[in-house]
């Protein structure tokens, strides 16, 4: 299953993956019904996560809805230390994952608009580079595992900051490494070569522990959020979450 799922995450188009994935994940999902994980998103249990990424990490991928541990994660603390899912918000969901979606749009209490450059399930086209929409007009802006693809991070971020409401936060994750700074070289451009040395073919920078410190350059406010290790151990088990990673919290910024 692990060298399945990873042959298919490195060479099928991620736009048909988005399209096509959850139908064959779902029959999994009957296969690996248990009660030893739930997932945070749609309660379902399972004896396992599905093994995902293009080296497999065990225990990652609900086959119900998608949702990998960071958004597990990002679930639980949208819940429990914000006020995401109870206060009226304009929402901007930048490459939007398939996990949250549905479950965001339904809630009464979002104006929920969704965009990317390419992927089949935002309804917005857009490059996060030069984002159409006015200043200071959302609560909240989400822009998960995007930054490592784009050409200019801070100008992406600095975009990021300007739609950006005076009061309005937002989470931007990406891959973060233990190396000390980020590295970059825009001079590379061979798929193989980028894999090689930034951990995939379509990225362009592997960051290190400069991450926040980067991207706080564009005006926005980049906070690094341990909410994972403030977590019962059980907890992290039984819903498989990843026991490492940093909630990158942001707020508008000059």
């Known amino acids: 299953m692990k060298s399945i799922i990873s042959f298919v995450i490195r060479y099928i188009p991620r ?10 994940l779902w029959i999994l999902a009957v296969f690996y019904k248990g009660d030893r994980v739930e997932c945070t998103i749609c309660h379902s249990q399972f004896k396992k996560f599905l093994p995902y990424g293009r080296k497999a990490r065990e225990n990652a991928l609900c086959p119900q809805c998608l949702a990998l541990e960071r958004h597990r994660l990002i679930w639980l603390f949208l819940r429990e230390k914000t006020d995401f899912f109870t206060k ?19 809630l009464d209490n979002l104006e929920y608009i969704t965009g990317d450059i ?23 802006v989400f822009c998960n595992h995007v930054m490592e693809h784009v050409d200019d ?27 000390p700074e980020t590295l970059e070289d825009k001079s590379i451009t061979d798929p193989a070569e980028r894999e090689k040395l930034f951990g995939q073919r379509d990225h362009v920078r592997k960051y290190g522990k400069d991450y926040a410190k980067r991207l706080s350059t564009s005006g ?18 039984k819903y498989g979450l990843p026991e490492k990673e940093i909630i990158f919290f942001c707020t508008k910024g000059n």
């Open 220 to 237: 926005l406010n980049v906070e690094e959020n341990n909410y994972v290790k403030n977590l019962p151990l059980d907890h992290i088990q």
């Open 118 to 140: 390419e992927s089949p399930l935002a309804k917005v086209k857009m490059d996060v580079h030069q984002i159409p929409f006015e200043d200071n007009t959302f609560d909240v």
């Open 88 to 106: 009226p918000k304009k929402v901007l969901h930048i490459a939007p994952e398939f996990c949250f979606i549905d479950r965001f749009e339904k």
């Open 153 to 179: 991070d801070i100008q992406a971020c600095r975009e990021i900051n300007r739609v950006m409401k005076k009061n309005g936060w937002g989470i931007v994750q990406s891959p973060v490494y233990d190396i």
């Open 15 to 24: 736009s048909l993956l988005q399209q096509i994935s959850h139908f064959f």
